[in-house]
C-alpha cells in the first residue's frame, strides 16, 4: 500500500496498514520503510492500571476533553489475546462507542497475543502508523497484568497508572514497582469511600521516591462517570508534554525507544532462525538428541546453535 494514503482522514488505509503489521505480513518491512520517517510528533500516552479500575470509562472521558481542543485522537486497546484465535476481545470497543462516528477519533482493539508487559511487539508498529497519520495523541490503554505492565513505559511519552479507593491495588501497583513507571497518578471513582486514604498512601509514596518537585509525578482525583477532574487531567497531560519538549526529553525518548525497537525486532528475527534450526537438529547425533543423551549441557547447546545462525 501507498503510505500517501494514510492520514486520519482515510479510516480504511489505516485499517488496512493495522491489519498488515498485526498479522505480521510479508509487507511489514516495506510498509515501515514508508511510515517512520513521518513519526515524530504524537504525544504518546500510555494508559496502565489494575483491572476494573475504570481505564476505558477514563478514555472515553479523555477523548471528550481532547476532541473539545480539537485535537485529534488514536486509540490502541491491547486486549487479552482469546485463548482460541488469538484475536482481541472487543469490549473496549462497545465502551467507547460514544466515538464512533467522530472522524477525528480512531480507535482499534489490539490482541496483546500472551505478551507479559500487556503490549504485543505490532503495538510499536501501530502507533506509527498512527503517529504518521496525523494524529495529535495517541492514547495506550493497557489490559492491566500487573507488574509486567511496566513495559508500557517503553512506547509512552507520558505514563498514568490509574488506581481506585478499596480495591487493594494501591499497594499491589506499589510493591509491583509501577510507582517509578508513573508521571501521573490518577484516582479514578473518588466518589467512592477511601478517595483519601489512597491518596495520602500515594502521597507518601511519592514523598520517599521523589526529593526533586521538578520530577514529581502529579495526582489527579477523577470521576469518569460525573467527568469530575478530566479537565484538569487533561491539562496535567499536555502539562506534561510541553515539559517533556522544554527539557529535550522528547527528542531522547524517541532515540531511547527506536534502539529498543531495533533490538527488540534482532531479537525476534533470531529466535525465529533459531526455532527452525532447532527443529533440524532433532534427529540422531543432532545437538538436540545430545542434550537429551546428556551429552552436551543445555548451556553449550545454547552457543553451538547461535553460532550456526552467525555463522561463527
Sequence with gaps: MEVTELTWKNPRAIAKALTIVENNDEQVTSLMDQVYP?????HIIGITGAPGAGKSSLV??????FRGRDLKVGIIAVDPSSPFSGGAILGDRVRMQDHSLDKGVYIRSMASRGSLGGVSVSTREAVAILDASGFDIIIIETVGVGQSEVEVIQIADTVSVVLTPNSGDSIQTMKAGIMEVGDIFVINKLDLPG???ILREIESML???????????????TSAVSGQGINELANVFIDH????????RWE???????????LELIRQDLGRKLELLMERHQGEDSIMEQVKTQQISPHRAA??????VMGG
Design 207 to 221: 514523598d520517599f521516591h521523589y526529593h526533586d518537585d521538578t520530577e514529581r509525578p502529579e495526582i489527579v482525583s
Design 252 to 262: 531522547e525518548l524517541r532515540n531511547e525507544r527506536a534502539q529498543k525497537q531495533v
Design 303 to 308: 552457543i553451538k546453535l547461535v553460532n550456526e
Design 241 to 248: 508534554k510541553n515539559l517533556l519538549k522544554d527539557t529535550g
Design 60 to 65: 472515553s472521558s479523555l477523548i471528550k476533553q
Design 38 to 42: 513521518k513519526t515524530g510528533t504524537s
Design 195 to 197: 478517595a483519601d486514604k
